[in-house]
């Protein structure tokens, strides 16, 4: 069936380094990827997403670059914050009736001070 | 996120008992949906709804009921055939973005606890 997987489980870095979350799906239809945040004991938000027809997006600190050949996509966070410490996932899902999102197992993101 | 509730924060049940947990959306979303949430594990998706009084099984559905009865509403029972009901569980609801894509919002979350 569809799979999203996720790596690292978790990730701890110094303040004002760079982060990078990968994240491989099985399913060659899937067309929209979007990355949600949750810290402890909140919902997850939706921090931003990439549709297949576009290879990398920004917005501030953080990108999401899209790889269709080898169905990769990856989250990255540059000049991190303590702030930013939560738990990231990462899904995919694809056109269609249901459009139903397959998520990774999270990444716990740790930004010492 | 803001306009979708879930209701209680925290629920504790006996084993045995069936509990309804509930979700509530003003966003005039079409789309609803019930995860799971365990450690390590991510989300799991539970129950889908994409229109008033129809819905679909996900992934883990076994134990679990759901009903749509109203477009602002997507119960959640979680049955005593349910072996391991102790998680947080999260609604999401959904809108159509241009392409047909879908960016869902999620609730709060309730977490219960069955001892």
């Known amino acids: 069936g569809e799979n999203v997987e996720q790596h690292p489980s978790t990730l701890s870095v110094q303040e004002g380094d760079s982060a990078v979350i990968k994240c491989t799906y099985s399913?060659?239809?899937?067309?929209?990827f979007p990355w949600y945040k949750q810290e402890l004991g909140k919902r997850p938000q939706l921090i931003i997403d990439i549709r297949s027809n576009v290879g990398e997006k920004k917005d501030q600190r953080i990108a999401v670059t899209l790889n269709k050949t080898a169905k990769h996509f990856s989250l990255h966070i540059t000049e991190t914050q303590p702030e930013d410490s939560a738990v990231y996932f990462c899904?995919?899902?694809?056109?269609?009736?249901?459009?139903?999102?397959?998520f990774g197992t999270g990444t716990l993101l740790a930004v010492q001070p | 996120d803001g306009g979708i509730t879930q209701s209680p924060k925290y629920l504790f049940r006996k084993e045995g008992q069936n509990v309804t947990l509930s979700c509530e959306q003003n966003l005039n979303h079409d789309a609803m949906y019930w995860y799971r949430q365990d450690p390590g594990q991510g989300l799991r998706l539970i129950y889908y709804?994409?229109?008033?009084?129809?819905?679909q099984k996900g992934d883990i559905a076994e134990g679990y009921s759901v009903s749509r009865e109203k477009k602002e509403s997507f119960p959640l029972t979680v049955t005593s055939a349910q072996k391991n009901p102790t998680a947080f569980y999260l609604c999401?609801?959904?809108?159509?973005?241009?392409?047909?894509?879908?960016?869902?919002?999620f609730g709060p979350g309730t977490r219960l606890t069955v001892t």
């Open positions: 899904a995919a899902s694809k056109l269609g009736a249901t459009n139903k999102l397959i």
């Open positions: 999401a609801s959904s809108k159509r973005l241009a392409g047909g894509f879908v960016e869902q919002y």
């Open positions: 399913d060659s239809a899937s067309n929209y």
């Open positions: 709804s994409q229109i008033v009084n129809d819905f």
